[in-house]
């Protein structure tokens, strides 16, 4: 499988977990995200995570966060947290609707 193939079926399943996980209507998740204990109140989008270090995730809010390997959401999904869950972001970016 050829690296554009690979990165283009990548972002589709991530777009098919993002429709699967969010709500019909758009809207921020409810709650607090923290990342490195800078609160995000309500959050929706994408964050940058740290560029030297891995960062905290606290996700106190409603919704699943996607941690991306890229900045700008860009590359592929590393892992979830889960709400309530905290947890080491390993990637450069993070995803909340």
């Given amino acids: 499988m ?3 193939a690979a990165k283009v079926l990548g ?3 991530a777009a098919a977990v993002l429709t699967l996980t969010s ?3 758009a809207q921020a998740a409810q709650g607090v995200l923290f990342i490195d204990r800078a609160p ?3 959050p929706s989008g994408c964050y940058p995570l740290g560029d030297f270090a891995p ?3 606290a996700n106190f ?3 699943v966060a996607f941690v991306w390997s890229g900045p700008n959401c860009d ?3 590393t892992h ?3 709400p309530g869950q905290v947890a080491i972001g390993h990637g450069r970016s993070l995803f909340i609707t």
Avoid: K, M, N, Y
């Fill in 23 to 25: 709500p019909g209507t």
């Fill in 75 to 77: 590359g592929r999904v």
């Fill in 11 to 13: 972002a589709c399943a």
């Fill in 40 to 42: 995000q109140q309500d």
């Fill in 80 to 82: 979830a947290i889960l």
């Fill in 2 to 4: 050829t690296r554009r």
């Fill in 55 to 57: 960062s905290e995730v």
């Fill in 61 to 63: 809010t409603d919704e």
